[in-house]
């Protein structure tokens, strides 16, 4: 709803129960809502970010009902205190962009290829009819790159001979290596 309106909409806060962690209640709040908490440190951070939230109140809380086994709205606000996103760029609203498994695939079968991720963004574009269409940025392609090849060191060679000498160690204590009596 939040995304063809023109906000972003986030989950503020979700209730279980105690006796048995079935979640009993949940708002879902725009994403202007409240203040940012005050910087609990002392030191000052090197680039201070504008203020985004307007403490707008606007929300949804949906509970539980136990009796019928479903959801239902029980409090609705839709008044926002803040300008709304105009239709042509509700599409880059963090809650719309999403990468599917499918365009996951792609874009690492790209850079598998050797294709630059700038060349391999902007055939997708033309592929689904332009970036409105295509559900994510560049700037997240870029970022699911940035996660793959995090995911392939930890799982790469250096990683894999950690793994080996780690669970030596685990099964005979008296596996030590040159270096370190320990590994992390």
Sequence with gaps: ??????FDVRKRSTIKSRCDGVIT????????????RKNQTDHEPKR??????????????????RVANNFEVT?????????L???????????????SEVQAFEIETADDSGIMPKASHEY??????GPNNLGHTYRDRKNHLRSKR????????????????????AENAAFV???????P
């Design 25 to 36: 209640s949940r708002w879902f709040v725009c994403s202007n809502e409240g203040h940012r």
């Design 48 to 65: 201070i970010r504008a203020e985004t939230r307007t403490n707008c109140k606007a929300h949804v809380i949906v509970t539980y009902d």
């Design 150 to 169: 995090q995911r392939e060191l930890a799982y790469g060679q250096a990683g894999s001979m950690l793994n080996y000498f780690r669970d030596k160690q």
């Design 124 to 129: 997708a574009c033309r592929l689904v009819g």
């Design 75 to 83: 409090e609705v606000d839709l008044e926002h205190n803040h300008r």
């Design 177 to 183: 290596t040159s270096g370190s009596g320990s590994w």
């Design 85 to 99: 996103q105009l239709p042509q760029t509700c599409h880059l609203l963090a809650s719309q962009r999403k990468i």
């Design 1 to 6: 709803y939040g995304g063809h309106i023109g």
